[in-house]
């Protein structure tokens, strides 16, 4: 087998990069082999890809699911592909059954050593509460209460609860981007009196508006940080 071209390497070393910047210590990456022959892997879960003749995929296959393989290229293209199906698996699960245990354990390896994850099946009302606090001053702490195929709702002290839009699956979804806006990337909650939007740190919109129908909130801008340093801009001032 030839050797992988070091443009490709380069390119290989910028799709880990960047999918260990959106979802956090979940991500491996190594080499295959040694010396001329080392391939560049990446594994997330069940899902990896490798670069040896061209990007080959392959999720292994899981309960009630066969496994699925795709062989690309090393064009921008086939690297543009091969992020699509590593976020379309990751946010969306599609591929994968249990839905709920599986959201749970994103959360877990997100966080990683980076904070502190309690998962309790015990509180009225709800399948699952997930609870995060994270080491880092400045870094934002929340919990996420999950009815299975019902309803998803993020609560945190700093900014109220957050019933999200959509039920079941699409609540998942929708928290999951949540949490790693929280943990990976950082940014601002704007809130006013009954909502609150979620925002990057360059300021733009995220996600939102969020309601929360019992409370009423403090009208501000809190500044948070992400929960590893150098995950974002760290001209992010904390507010707490």
């Known amino acids: 087998m030839a050797p992988v071209p070091d443009d490709v390497i380069e390119r290989f070393t910028l799709f880990a990069t960047r999918a260990g910047d959106e979802f956090g210590s979940a991500v491996r990456s190594r080499s295959l082999g040694s010396g001329s022959s080392r391939l560049p892997l990446l594994q997330v879960g069940p899902f990896s890809v490798v670069a040896a003749d061209g990007l080959v995929i392959d999720i292994a296959p899981t309960s009630g699911?066969?496994?699925?393989r795709w062989e690309l290229g090393w064009d921008e293209s086939d690297f543009a592909e091969a992020w699509f199906l590593l976020t379309d698996h990751l946010l969306t699960g599609r591929l994968e059954p249990g839905r709920l245990d599986?959201?749970?354990?994103?959360?877990?390896?997100?966080?990683?050593?980076a904070g502190d994850v309690k998962v309790s099946t015990v509180q009225a009302e709800f399948d699952r509460v997930v609870t995060v606090t994270p080491h880092r001053h400045g870094a934002v702490?929340?919990?996420?209460?999950?009815?299975?195929d019902d309803s998803v709702v993020v609560r945190g002290d700093d900014f109220g609860w957050w019933d999200l839009d959509g039920d079941g699956d699409d609540g998942l979804v929708e928290a999951l981007r949540v949490v790693t806006q929280f943990v990976v990337r950082g940014g601002a909650i704007r809130s006013t009196w009954r909502t609150c939007d979620l925002l990057d740190v360059d300021g733009a919109v995220v996600g939102g508006s969020y309601r929360d129908g019992a409370h009423r909130l403090r009208p501000r801008q809190l500044h948070f940080l992400p929960y590893m340093r150098g995950r974002a801009t760290e001209t992010v001032h904390p507010s707490h």
């Open 65 to 68: 699911m066969p496994a699925r």
């Open 102 to 113: 599986a959201f749970v354990a994103r959360v877990i390896a997100m966080v990683g050593q």
């Open 141 to 148: 702490p929340f919990e996420v209460l999950v009815i299975k």
